[in-house]
């Protein structure tokens, strides 16, 4: 049993070491990163291969999963509400300042209604679920003039995709330009992310 432990061990690290993860159950990983940078953990989930990157914006972050070969689409922008207003695929600096931005963003009067710390998520698997997912999404974010049935639809149909979760923890974070009515963004991040994969 040891030596099969041992084996396993020095198997996976000669995988992680090979700079890509194959994963078996939820997949557990950390790092800090700097304002401006890009993260990239790449694994691998029933027999493809995935990127999960942290893509700069303005004031912090973008959560993103995607195929490396389609690494324009992110598998978690259709299948991660809301869909309008803060998400919490998006770290930005001012979810953690109030809304004049003279201190944290704490209960009380003056306080954001933004995600904080813990940041859930969902990402599609492949290319056909994030097509199917930004279609109905479209529609229900856009019905225009359709009728109600097609928005219906489309309801149904994005919530028939299949889709993993996962979590990211902001463990410690640095954030700027904390001067009274201006915006705040993130300096550092320091987190801990699990994918939840079966």
Known sequence: ?????LTLIVALLLFVSAGRVAADG????????????????????NGNQYEFRLIPTGGGWTIWISDPTQRDHNFV?????????PNHA??????????????????????LNAPQRERYFAFVLNEAGYQEARKALEILLWPNDRAQDEINGAETRLAMVPRLSGVL?????????????????MERMAFRVRLNLP
Do not use: K
Request: net charge negative.
């Open 77 to 85: 922008a259709p299948v991660t509400p809301p869909f309008r207003g």
């Open 169 to 185: 923890w902001i463990e410690a974070l640095e954030l700027g330009n904390l001067s009274r009515g201006a915006q705040a963004h």
């Open 1 to 5: 049993m040891v030596q099969v432990r």
């Open 90 to 111: 998006i770290i930005e600096g001012w979810h953690f300042r109030n809304s004049d931005n003279t201190g944290p963003n704490e209960p009380g009067d003056g306080n």
């Open 26 to 45: 939820p997949l557990d990983f950390s790092g800090e990163i700097n304002r401006g940078n890009t993260l990239v953990h790449r694994f691998d989930y």
